[in-house]
């Protein structure tokens, strides 16, 4: 219905005669207030508003320059050097490069973009490849943080732009530069967490080093803390917003709990990283998850003939097999008098709880001592021990390996040995009468008692847990070969040649770590000491060769025919490192001079491999403990038009490689024409040349454990110029 009542009113909120009658009688609401218009209020003159610090803060470049003369800031000291000293702020903010996006790099331009880049300059690089979403989704997160961070340099390279043959299975694969050292890497995208999100990144980007910059600050160096802190600040508002997007169907709860735990508490528990985001090779030290496999499948299947033949056929010392027989409990005396009515076929016989902790030990990357099982007296040998060393893959065979989930979990790769009972009933008699001194008869009561049943009752249910079963054993070449060709990427190089793809361990093989045994026993006589050594060093020479630039050459070989090959260039020169210690007491060295010919000792095989090679040296010596070194060089004239191949036989600290290297430098030989030429090398040594030298190029047999107290290698090789000269005696 219409409201026919029509209300006339004033400014005053005055009404009529006839409305004012109305309301006594309640038809119209009470009379409204008189309206009365809002006070005004002129707006604040910049001119007069109080000026202060927060003022100060304000103001833009150009608005601080023109209160150079400010009557008002003149009359306040304080201020006045406020507005100069946020003036010199903002003046460096904008001095600060901008990036802003992740931007692609070539193989050829990583120098200069990545290693050269200014000091103050944090460089995030990811190795990726096109048509793989992990790469894609940690691409599009890095995209974000460009953006977000615009003095941190984000770059993106083809992984095998950057290292030749770079598995794929590391990809995508990020690494952290500063001051042209990498100071930090993560292989894979679970180092994210399993939502992988430019937030989540962030925050382990910034975990220990402060990478990420948003310019904010000038060009000072942030702390890593106040980093962390905003980085921080930035996740929690991520987690609140999608909390709060999530509540609007009300299915989550919030866990901010942990997001703020201090930087140096390490990683925040509340971030949703997964178990195994501690394999990051960034710390070199970090654990580096292996590849572990589980091989299954009834008695006398051909278990430990499949693992025997898939060790062969890698031929690579970084696999390792652990029996789950070596952790058998063993007889008590009680349990050994009637041995016929023990079940060796249940899973009560073995102790898991040790096969697990040894398990876990070898995939923190520690070795372990394994027990020697004797299957003839039924117990584990007390006093001797397998030593069964860390590697990249750990295969672990038995009966049982399948039965227990901790263990199972623990597995990448599960394989079942499927052979026929009665093939294994005959090879089992074999087995047990000519190796574990056993009679017929035994056999096969313990057969019908225990083992078929347990086959039944546990062997065979564990086999649905199997991603491979081989039929046949070890008669399937066709299984063997497949299996070894997906273990093989799984062999990586060390993780130190990931970081700096500058070192180079030349190819492990059973011969070369032959030649290793022999010449790290302290027992080895001078000679056979001597020739190992020079084969080794042979091997590393004609590696570091293979470094030299070559160019296209033609020849005509005998039979008439055109041979296209490669001319090495030919201007080049060794230079060994020679050590002299002033040594007292004890330490004083056998040969009465104290110094140890280390490099030396690698110019003979030098000489065999470049004919009329001229080789320098250069002295380095140490003046007791008081840390001075002096150096003395006798080079040749021209060095600087020659590639080095700079020879230390062992590389420790890196303190005197660098000062050789420093030399080398001065006398004007670029760092990308020096080889350095080593046996071993610690990792430390390694870290400590490659991140002042990332040009030039190390080439080593072997990456040893880590120095001692004393800066000894270990395992390491003694002091191999004396050893070699025999000046040790
Ligand atoms: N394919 C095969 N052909 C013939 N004998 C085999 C074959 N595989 C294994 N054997 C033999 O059978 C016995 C048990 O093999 P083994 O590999 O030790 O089995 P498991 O480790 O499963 O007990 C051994 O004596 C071995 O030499
Ligand atoms: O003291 C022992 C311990 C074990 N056994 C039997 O050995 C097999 C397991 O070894 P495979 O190499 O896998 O065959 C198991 O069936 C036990 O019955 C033993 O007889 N005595």
Same mark, same amino acid.
């Given at each position: 219905?219409?409201?026919?009542?029509?209300?006339?009113?004033d400014v005053?909120?005055?009404s009529?005669?006839?409305?004012?009658?109305?309301?006594?009688?309640?038809?119209?609401?009470?009379?409204?207030?008189?309206?009365?218009p809002?006070s005004?209020?002129?707006?604040?003159?910049?001119?007069?508003?109080?000026?202060?610090?927060?003022?100060?803060?304000?103001?833009?470049?150009?608005?601080?320059?023109?209160?150079?003369?400010?009557?008002?800031?003149?009359?306040?000291?304080?201020?006045?050097?406020?507005?100069?000293?946020?003036?010199?702020?903002? &003046?460096?903010?904008? @001095? #600060?490069? $901008?990036?802003?996006?992740?931007?692609?790099?070539? /193989? +050829?331009?990583?120098? !200069?973009?990545?290693?050269?880049?200014p000091?103050?300059?944090?460089?995030?690089?990811?190795?990726?490849?096109?048509?793989?979403?992990?790469?894609g989704?940690?691409?599009?997160?890095?995209?974000?943080?460009?953006?977000?961070?615009?003095?941190?340099?984000?770059?993106?390279?083809?992984?095998?732009?950057?290292i030749?043959n770079?598995?794929?299975?590391?990809?995508?694969?990020?690494?952290?530069?500063?001051?042209?050292?990498?100071?930090?890497?993560?292989?894979?995208?679970?180092?994210?967490?399993?939502?992988?999100?430019?937030?989540?990144?962030?925050?382990?980007?910034?975990?220990?080093?402060?990478?990420?910059?948003?310019?904010?600050?000038?060009?000072?160096?942030?702390?890593?803390?106040?980093?962390?802190?905003?980085?921080?600040? &930035?996740?929690?508002? @991520? #987690?609140? $917003?999608?909390?709060?997007?999530?509540?609007?169907? /009300? +299915?989550?709860s919030? !866990?901010?709990?942990g997001?703020?735990?201090?930087?140096?508490?390490?990683?925040?528990?509340?971030?949703?990283?997964?178990?195994?985001?501690?394999?990051?090779?960034?710390?070199?030290?970090?654990p580096?998850?292996?590849?572990?496999?589980?091989?299954?499948?009834?008695?006398?299947?051909?278990?430990?003939?499949?693992?025997?033949?898939?060790?062969?056929?890698?031929?690579d010392?970084?696999?390792?097999?652990?029996?789950?027989?070596?952790?058998?409990?063993?007889?008590?005396?009680?349990?050994?008098?009637?041995?016929?009515?023990?079940?060796?076929?249940?899973?009560?016989?073995?102790?898991?709880?040790?096969?697990?902790?040894?398990?876990?030990?070898?995939?923190?990357t520690?070795?372990?001592q394994?027990?020697?099982?004797?299957?003839?007296?039924?117990?584990?040998?007390?006093?001797?021990?397998?030593?069964?060393?860390?590697?990249?893959v750990?295969?672990?065979?038995?009966?049982?390996?399948?039965?227990?989930?901790?263990?199972?979990?623990?597995?990448n790769m599960?394989?079942?040995?499927?052979?026929?009972?009665?093939?294994r009933?005959?090879?089992?008699?074999?087995?047990?009468?000519?190796?574990?001194?056993?009679?017929?008869?035994?056999?096969?009561?313990?057969?019908?008692?225990?083992?078929?049943?347990?086959?039944?009752?546990?062997?065979?249910?564990?086999?649905?847990?199997?991603?491979?079963?081989?039929?046949?054993?070890?008669?399937?070449?066709?299984?063997?070969?497949?299996?070894?060709?997906?273990?093989?990427?799984?062999?990586?190089?060390?993780?130190?040649?990931?970081?700096?793809?500058?070192?180079?361990?030349?190819?492990?093989?059973?011969?070369?770590?032959?030649?290793?045994?022999?010449?790290?026993d302290?027992?080895?006589?001078?000679?056979?000491?001597?020739?190992?050594?020079?084969?080794?060093?042979?091997?590393?020479?004609?590696?570091?060769?293979?470094?030299?630039?070559?160019?296209?050459?033609?020849?005509?070989?005998?039979?008439?025919?055109?041979?296209?090959?490669?001319?090495?260039?030919?201007?080049?020169?060794?230079?060994?490192?020679?050590?002299?210690?002033?040594?007292?007491?004890?330490?004083?060295?056998?040969?009465?001079?104290?110094?140890?010919?280390?490099?030396?000792?690698?110019?003979?095989?030098?000489?065999?491999?470049?004919?009329?090679?001229?080789?320098?040296?250069?002295?380095?010596?140490?003046?007791?403990?008081?840390?001075?070194?002096?150096?003395y060089?006798?080079?040749?004239?021209?060095?600087?038009?020659?590639?080095?191949?700079?020879?230390?036989?062992?590389?420790?600290?890196?303190?005197?490689?660098?000062?050789?290297?420093e030399?080398?430098?001065?006398?004007?030989?670029?760092?990308?024409h020096?080889?350095?030429?080593?046996?071993?090398?610690?990792?430390?040594?390694?870290?400590?040349?490659?991140?002042?030298?990332?040009?030039?190029?190390?080439?080593?047999?072997?990456?040893?454990?880590?120095?001692?107290?004393?800066?000894?290698?270990?395992?390491?090789?003694?002091?191999?110029?004396?050893?070699?000269?025999?000046?040790?005696?």
């Open positions: 219905m219409a409201n026919y009542h029509f209300v006339y009113k005053e909120g005055a009529t005669q006839w409305d004012d009658i109305q309301r006594k009688l309640g038809n119209l609401p009470p009379k409204p207030p008189a309206f009365k809002p005004f209020t002129p707006a604040e003159d910049e001119d007069s508003k109080h000026k202060d610090k927060a003022w100060i803060d304000d103001r833009t470049e150009e608005q601080l320059e023109d209160l150079e003369d400010d009557p008002d800031l003149d009359d306040d000291r304080f201020l006045q050097e406020y507005r100069k000293k946020r003036l010199g702020e903002l &003046r460096q903010a904008a @001095k #600060v490069q $901008r990036y802003g996006s992740v931007v692609p790099i070539s /193989g +050829s331009d990583f120098v !200069r973009e990545v290693s050269q880049a000091p103050d300059v944090w460089v995030v690089v990811i190795l990726y490849k096109d048509g793989y979403p992990e790469c989704l940690l691409l599009q997160c890095l995209e974000q943080l460009a953006t977000k961070y615009p003095a941190t340099k984000f770059v993106k390279i083809i992984s095998t732009d950057c030749p770079y598995p794929d299975c590391n990809l995508p694969t990020l690494l952290v530069y500063n001051n042209s050292a990498v100071k930090a890497n993560y292989v894979g995208l679970h180092n994210f967490g399993r939502r992988c999100t430019p937030e989540g990144v962030a925050l382990v980007l910034c975990q220990s080093d402060p990478v990420l910059n948003d310019g904010q600050s000038g060009s000072e160096p942030s702390s890593r803390e106040a980093v962390l802190k905003g980085v921080q600040q &930035r996740l929690i508002e @991520k #987690v609140v $917003r999608d909390h709060e997007d999530d509540d609007d169907d /009300g +299915s989550s919030l !866990r901010l709990d997001l703020l735990s201090s930087p140096s508490s390490g990683r925040s528990p509340a971030l949703p990283l997964s178990s195994s985001s501690s394999s990051t090779l960034a710390d070199s030290n970090g580096k998850q292996p590849f572990v496999i589980g091989v299954s499948g009834g008695t006398a299947s051909g278990k430990t003939t499949v693992c025997d033949m898939i060790i062969q056929q890698l031929h010392h970084r696999v390792v097999l652990v029996n789950q027989d070596s952790f058998y409990r063993g007889l008590t005396a009680e349990e050994a008098k009637c041995v016929h009515e023990y079940n060796f076929d249940h899973p009560d016989a073995f102790d898991t709880e040790q096969f697990l902790e040894c398990i876990e030990k070898l995939r923190r520690q070795s372990v394994v027990p020697i099982y004797d299957f003839k007296n039924h117990r584990r040998c007390s006093e001797s021990f397998r030593q069964v060393n860390a590697s990249d750990i295969i672990l065979e038995g009966i049982l390996v399948f039965h227990d989930p901790r263990v199972r979990n623990l597995m599960k394989i079942f040995v499927d052979t026929d009972a009665d093939v009933l005959a090879r089992r008699i074999r087995r047990d009468t000519v190796e574990r001194g056993r009679d017929i008869n035994s056999v096969l009561e313990q057969y019908a008692k225990f083992v078929k049943p347990a086959f039944d009752d546990f062997v065979l249910p564990s086999k649905k847990y199997a991603d491979v079963i081989i039929p046949r054993g070890g008669d399937n070449h066709v299984a063997i070969d497949l299996i070894v060709q997906h273990i093989r990427p799984k062999l990586g190089q060390h993780d130190l040649c990931k970081i700096y793809p500058n070192v180079y361990v030349i190819q492990s093989t059973f011969q070369l770590r032959g030649m290793h045994t022999l010449i790290r302290c027992g080895i006589s001078k000679h056979d000491f001597v020739f190992y050594s020079d084969r080794l060093i042979r091997l590393v020479v004609e590696h570091g060769l293979g470094h030299l630039p070559f160019t296209e050459k033609q020849v005509v070989t005998p039979t008439g025919s055109m041979y296209t090959g490669v001319d090495f260039c030919k201007k080049l020169c060794g230079v060994s490192i020679i050590r002299r210690k002033i040594l007292r007491g004890a330490n004083f060295l056998a040969n009465g001079t104290g110094i140890q010919y280390g490099g030396e000792s690698m110019e003979n095989a030098l000489r065999a491999c470049c004919k009329g090679i001229k080789i320098g040296k250069i002295l380095i010596h140490s003046d007791g403990d008081n840390g001075k070194q002096l150096i060089e006798k080079l040749p004239k021209d060095i600087s038009e020659r590639h080095v191949l700079l020879l230390d036989p062992v590389l420790a600290t890196g303190n005197s490689a660098n000062q050789a290297i030399l080398l430098i001065q006398k004007g030989v670029p760092e990308s020096i080889i350095f030429l080593n046996l071993i090398s610690a990792p430390e040594g390694i870290h400590c040349v490659c991140k002042r030298f990332p040009s030039l190029k190390i080439v080593t047999s072997e990456i040893d454990v880590a120095l001692n107290e004393e800066f000894r290698v270990i395992p390491g090789m003694g002091e191999f110029g004396d050893r070699y000269f025999g000046t040790d005696d």
